[in-house]
């Protein structure tokens, strides 16, 4: 096996970040929708890396591109080209390219089959879908997506169409079952954890359950100036109370997150006691019974502050998934090889969805996450350095090294 | 002088609120606008009234309506028949329909002159100006005003002219000194005070100060799943302690009031934690002094707030009046005329704005409150019962009897 180049490897994966970077339907902000113009330019562009790494490309149904290696059973690398609006260029580029330049490290003779994979549909920007691909890829693809409708009216079947695909052809995505050795994925953290332990690379334990609902709190609407404090019913002095539980909810468990991102009070005026406000929970763990039991804690507290002010208070639970953990195996295959680097493998959990999700229903599944700059994700600003772009392929190479299908 | 009917004084307000009730701009809703085609109905309608209670009636270069009985140094009694916009039936015209079934009271004749008074521009629901006929009449009118827009464009000059007015003519709206003995304003309480003491009126013995600002909290947007708490920077959850201690400072000062009225936080999605946060608060209080104490302690409280979760918090200061203290003299005049009716007089101060404020400036004045149901007002639901209307027109009449201009 080749000495391994971290440096030239970072550069060739800015190198390749940068040309897909202004593959966007808008100038000036990288926006790169499923099944999109954008997503086609990208697309081809990866398979053009593909075949000159020595790979065969085909491309499935749902327009996710298959860059293969060898015979047989095999090891899978991949993660998406699709963004969110507004977003930066690391987030899912970073794993498929990862992928490519480790083939092309052994240069189209890796030790072991592999398929490197490019999925779209991971941010679910454009449908109210997600993960779609990789489902089909682990064949658990569900009709009814292809009902979904984008913001311009547009259903998911009839995008594919366009792309020039069959929806008849989605079950021949899927992988047969013992084809697949392994699913390993490389994608930027989405937090600080790792620049603040001052490692460049960590291995992902599990991808969190997520609960989400919306808390609706209902007082009553006065004027801010005739209305005595102790007669009160403001629902939003209430709802602040609700918010720091559900704040210390959430540092009460470790590895839990707990997060109010909307709030809106009515009637939402300055010199008017709010009557009712909606704010949404989203409360993510690693394990499933602490989150549905820190759920009901919330609610509970919640109950407790309602009652206290004389406000009444209800819940609309809209998502519930369930936590996926990552192979222990692989985990530690990921860690001795990121030990081969002189570097210490930090495991955390994921808080964020990724493919790894749906695959880890196909075949044993991992994922290596790469410092980002500040924890910075979903925005212009999202940065990886090519220093550690570079060691986390160069990690990726080694586990491809002692990985045995 | 004449029995006092309670019942029948309650009857009549109930009819004359009844017929003003209906005079909108937009039927099933009472939208009744300063300078409006509305107000000029209402204050047809209000004319017609004082004529036939004996009064000489004019109108100012403002629109304020005028009925005269009597010659010399005069008590005046007034409020307004402008409306907010879904505005409730009694705030306002009650005031001035006192005032007249008075006058009716006396048979046109009362122990001392008389002016009522109908005010328009109470509520500024119309231009950004707020109580501009009553400092007219104070003569304490600003100039500027004229050139205030309202949401079409129109300017509060134009819009007099098209009510058949001269701006010129202003001046002559104001009283002169010596000319006013005292204002005295009857007004629903738009508080639930009274309806807790179980007592029909009370006494106003000021109009509060008030000071309202924005508060601005800056932290870090992020990822609900893959930042971690003790890493946030979370600018919503910092406001909420802001809120709260907020309401905490409200409530530690008898008589103080503090409202968030408007929370807005952004980027406002479920899975981001909030990175900015803009809230009001709107702080009231009878005492200067402890008021902008209390705004210093709020800020500094925030700053503390800020410091410990790593935020930063700014303060922008849109609104500061000062208190306006009522006559002591004829408060307790106002409190034996509530006696002479076996009724305990509940001393209050008042948390809105009101045309007293304004007539303070030219002469004692005070204010009398009437129970409302549920302290709801400016809303449909807003409510006082003919009993307690009628109870209050008799006090306001024992006031009369008492009063030595």
């Known amino acids: 096996m080749a000495a391994i180049d971290i440096k030239a490897l970072g550069a ?16 000036g902000r990288l926006i790169r929708l499923f099944l999109s113009p954008e997503h086609r330019r990208a697309a081809d562009m990866t398979a053009q890396w593909m075949r000159d790494a020595g790979m065969q490309v085909s491309e499935d149904a749902l327009g996710t591109l ?41 240069k189209g003779r890796p030790p072991v089959p592999i398929d490197v994979l490019a999925f779209g549909d991971e941010e679910g920007s454009r ?28 259903t998911y079947g009839d995008a594919l169409r366009k792309y020039g695909k069959n929806p008849a052809d989605i079950p021949k995505a899927a992988y047969r079952r013992g084809e697949a050795a392994a699913y390993v994925e490389l994608h930027i953290e989405q937090g600080p954890r790792l620049e603040a332990a001052n490692e460049p690379l960590g291995i992902v334990t599990g991808i969190v359950g997520q609960s989400r609902w919306r808390v609706i709190v209902t007082g009553m609407a006065g004027h801010a100036g005739t209305v005595p404090m102790d007669l009160r019913r403001d629902a939003l002095a209430g709802s602040a109370e609700m918010v720091l539980a559900a704040e210390r909810i959430g540092r009460a468990h470790e590895g839990m997150v707990a997060t109010v991102g909307i709030v809106d009070a009515r009637p939402g005026a300055g010199n ?41 208070v209800t ?3 809209f998502h519930d998934v369930s936590a996926t953990v990552c192979d222990a195996g692989l985990q530690d295959t990921l860690a001795a090889a ?24 196909l075949c044993p599944a991992a994922m290596m996450f790469v410092r980002c700059r500040d924890g910075i994700s979903h925005n212009p600003a999202e940065y990886a350095s090519p220093d550690d772009m570079g060691t986390a392929i160069a990690a990726l190479i080694r586990f491809i090294g002692r990985f045995r299908t």
Chains 1, 2 share one sequence.
């Open 12 to 27: 060739r994966a800015e190198t390749m970040i940068s040309a897909l970077a202004p593959i966007s339907s808008e100038p």
């Open 66 to 106: 298959r860059g293969r290696v060898g015979e047989g059973r095999r090891l899978l690398i991949g993660s998406h080209l699709d963004s969110v609006i507004d977003a930066g260029n690391y987030d899912g580029p970073l794993g498929v390219i990862a992928g490519i330049l480790a083939v092309e490290h052994f």
């Open 127 to 154: 449908f109210p879908s997600t993960l779609s691909t990789s489902a089909a890829v682990a064949g658990v693809f569900e009709e009814e997506t292809l009902g979904l409708s984008d913001r311009n009216g547009v």
């Open 272 to 312: 008017i006691i709010p009557g009712r406000v909606m704010f949404t929970v989203d409360l993510r763990c690693m394990d499933d019974a602490t989150r549905k039991a820190a759920v009901a804690e919330f609610e509970d507290k919640a109950r407790d502050i309602a009652k206290a002010r004389k406000l009444e």
């Open 315 to 317: 819940f609309e639970h």
């Open 338 to 361: 990121i030990g081969d680097l002189g570097h210490r493998a930090i495991r955390m959990p994921s808080g964020a969805g990724h493919d790894g999700q749906m695959m880890a229903k």
